[in-house]
T-cell receptor, first 114, second 112 residues
Framework: SQKIEQNSEALNIQEGKTATLTCNYTNYSPAYLQWYRQDPGRGPVFLLL?????KEKRKERLKVTFDTTLKQSLFHITASQPADSATYLCALPNYGGSQGNLIFGKGTKLSVKP | SQTIHQWPATLVQPVGSPLSLECTVE??????LYWYRQAAGRGLQLLFY??????ISSEVPQNLSASRPQDRQFILSSKKLLLSDSGFYLC???????????FGSGTRLTVV
């Protein structure tokens, strides 16, 4: 069955550094991958979508890569700020995307210290 | 602009009592609608999704049910709650397959 792993439950970094979060998946080839941010007690907020034919995508201080050979996506936040502290979730389409549903990783909790 | 409303924000219910959580979307037509549950320390679990009025698909067998009586209304129900039903329930919508989801603010359900 499809499996998503975000291999760090928590990541602590210093303000101004680049945070790098990892999402690995097994047992299928998704057409796209998405990243979300979730603050405590709130619903996730969509950040970025990257398709299988895109190697990299950027949005302001965010950068996402998608390596379909390694079956891995990396999510980078450059010049991190304490306000970036949150849990970040990766999500992939269910059953290869034919039904449009998403399955989510458990998330990585990022803490940016001033 | 599109908005999603979900209520109530918190709910404490005794075991065996019924449940009804409501979600409505504004500013869009024919959205795909979803119910997810997030238990403590666990990821988001898809419970139900709907691509149209009266069309409900269940992902996880359980004592919950869902209904979509109107295009932009999605309801999660239970006739008798279990302790294991406790969690953070999130409604979401999307327009396109493969598009980002917009989540509601969630309902924190505690079954006692």
């Amino acid at each position: 069955s499809q499996k998503i792993e975000q291999n760090s439950e928590a990541l602590n970094i210093q303000e101004g550094k680049t945070a790098t979060l990892t999402c690995n998946y097994t047992n299928y080839s998704p057409a796209y991958l998405q990243w979300y941010r979730q603050d405590p007690g709130r619903g996730p907020v969509f950040l970025l979508l990257i398709r299988e034919n895109e190697k990299e995508k950027r949005k302001e201080r965010l950068k996402v890569t998608f390596d379909t050979t390694l079956k891995q996506s990396l999510f980078h936040i450059t010049a991190s700020q304490p306000a970036d502290s949150a849990t970040y979730l990766c999500a992939l389409p269910n059953y290869g995307g034919s039904q449009g549903n998403l399955i989510f990783g458990k998330g990585t909790k990022l803490s940016v210290k001033p | 602009s599109q908005t999603i409303h979900q209520w109530p924000a918190t709910l404490v219910q005794p075991v065996g009592s019924p449940l009804s959580l409501e979600c409505t979307v504004e500013g869009t037509s024919n959205p795909n609608l979803y119910w997810y549950r997030q238990a403590a320390g666990r990821g988001l679990q898809l419970l139900f999704y709907s691509v149209g009025i009266g069309q409900i698909s269940s992902e996880v067998p359980q004592n919950l049910s869902a209904s979509r009586p109107q295009d932009r209304q999605f309801i999660l129900s239970s006739k008798k709650l279990l302790l294991s039903d406790s969690g953070f329930y999130l409604c979401a919508w999307s327009v396109l397959t493969g598009g980002g989801y917009t989540f509601g603010s969630g309902t924190r359900l505690t079954v006692v």
